[in-house]
């Protein structure tokens, strides 16, 4: 398609779609601006003019043109946030000779204040849409991490992967190790996916979170009455809701004493009792536990009882600290950016080599976790297609010299004469002053020297 948009579109075609109520975008087979109506502009706070024949993805937020030129399929009635409002987009190719030549984009949306109630509608649900898929992540029971969902081929984590194929079948006890943020939780749920209780429940419990007096109640439930605040009927616990599947102890670490001993009966004898009940019920629960805490110095402190730690403790994996496995670093990057693009619909961006090699160098104390929310908060810093090392956070970059941003000061013209100066003065210093000389240093005529140092003001006299 032609990238003038004066032979696009005639100044007739422009006045009516300038008179349009939806907003109107035409892009190239490179998904460049060749058109955008007046509208559309002044909403964007935009000079059209200023636009035209820039990538699309640079100038409208959360555009998806660039997709629809790539793939020739249409999109319809897509959701697009700009500028803090929800809108209504349709996209379509356009195509010559069965080959697509650029798109065409609309934005719909009826008299303000229409749109401004339906807009503080949408916004009103896509707010609640969010609180109910946290609230679900928070609540969920099921394991949602197949080993092959892990981002990560180092010889170290293939070493783990190794490990958890071979102990997932079978009963018994695993305990992750590992530093905080290096994936205990989701190697959890993957040997869980392994086992042979991969249709049962996968229930999670993070012993860290949960204060004293109420663990025993989550860990085995309780009966109507059993305390003030108790529920009507009572409340099953996390034991009894793992039954026939994988109980999922996180930081068990913390567990204060007096529970310990609890949990070490429970396991003993495979039955709980429920807090203000004097049943015991037989529960079948396969038992992974995760710690980033020393338990066997723990033990040695009599801060954790050594009976329940070999009872945990039959098979240990190890999960090692990020900065032993850098290798994994660039794949993670990338599977983080994805899926943060695939959420905002905007298209992955990449990472500089300077950014990625700060990355690969920095020791990652809090592991994949805070590399994850680094490359977040770099991503939403970022508005282009590369990452720079800038939009890193604050801890990646201590002590280290940010570079300046190249800036270009002075036109070529300007540039190339300020470098023709230091050339003459150069060669005038280097033959102590004699302009003879310096002239055939330069392979020019004395003539053009003269001519060269008036322009310059230069009269080196040495
Ligand atoms: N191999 C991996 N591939 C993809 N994401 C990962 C991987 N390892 C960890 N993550 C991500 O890193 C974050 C931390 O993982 P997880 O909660 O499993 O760590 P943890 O070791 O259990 O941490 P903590 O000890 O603090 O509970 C999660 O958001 C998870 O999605």
């Not at 379509?92 to 069965?98: A, T």
Request: charged share 25%; proline share 4%; aromatic share 6%.
């Amino acid at each position: 398609m032609n990238n003038n948009n004066q032979a696009l579109v005639s100044p007739d075609l422009v006045q009516a779609l300038d008179a349009l109520d939806e907003w109107l975008v035409v892009v190239d087979a490179q998904a460049r601006i060749v058109f955008l109506n007046q509208p559309y502009a002044h909403f964007l706070g935009l000079k059209r003019d200023e636009v035209y024949g820039q990538p699309v993805i640079e100038v409208i937020e959360n555009t998806q043109m660039h997709r629809v030129v790539e793939t020739g399929q249409p999109e319809l009635s897509r959701l697009q946030e700009v500028r803090g409002r929800h809108m209504i987009a349709n996209r379509y190719p356009i195509r010559q000779g069965g080959k697509v030549v650029g798109g065409i984009g609309t934005v719909l949306f009826h008299d303000t204040h229409e749109w401004r109630q339906m807009n503080t509608q949408i916004k009103a649900l896509v707010s609640e849409l969010d609180f109910y898929r946290r609230a679900l992540d928070k609540e969920q029971t099921g394991a949602r991490f197949h080993l092959n969902d892990l981002i990560g081929r180092s010889p170290q984590i293939q070493k783990v992967n190794e490990k958890i194929k071979k102990v997932a079948a079978g009963d018994a006890s695993v305990l992750i190790r590992g530093e905080s943020g290096t994936g205990k939780e989701l190697y959890a749920h993957a040997l869980h996916l392994l086992s042979e209780r991969s249709r049962g429940p996968f229930i999670k419990i993070n012993c860290a979170a949960i204060p004293e007096n109420l663990l025993e109640a989550e860990l085995f439930g309780y009966e109507e009455g059993a305390f003030t605040g108790a529920k009507k009927g009572g409340k099953q616990g996390k034991f009894q809701l793992a039954d026939g599947g994988t109980l999922f102890l996180d930081e068990i670490g913390d567990m204060p004493l007096s529970m310990q001993a609890k949990l070490l009966r429970v396991l003993q004898d495979r039955e709980v009792e429920a807090v203000g009940s004097n049943r015991l019920v037989k529960v079948d629960v396969r038992l992974v536990t995760a710690t980033h805490q020393p338990l066997e110095k723990r033990v040695e402190l009599g801060e954790f009882r050594e009976d329940l730690y070999y009872r945990i403790n039959v098979v240990s994996v190890e999960l090692p600290p990020l900065r032993e496995r850098r290798e994994d670093i660039p794949a993670l990057a990338e599977h983080f950016l994805n899926r943060l693009a695939n959420r905002t619909g905007r298209r992955a961006p990449k990472l500089t080599a300077q950014a990625l090699t700060r990355m690969l160098e920095y020791a990652w104390p809090g592991n994949v976790r805070e590399m994850e929310n680094a490359i977040e908060s770099a991503f939403y810093l970022s508005q282009g297609h590369k990452i720079s090392l800038q939009a890193l956070p604050a801890a990646l970059m201590e002590g280290l010299e940010v570079p300046e941003p190249v800036v270009y000061r002075g036109t070529l013209k300007e540039r190339l004469a300020a470098a023709e100066k230091q050339i003459l003065e150069e060669a005038l210093l280097a033959c102590d002053g004699n302009r003879l000389l310096a002239a055939k240093l330069l392979g020019i005529s004395k003539t053009s020297l003269y001519d060269k140092l008036a322009k310059h003001l230069l009269n080196i006299d040495l």
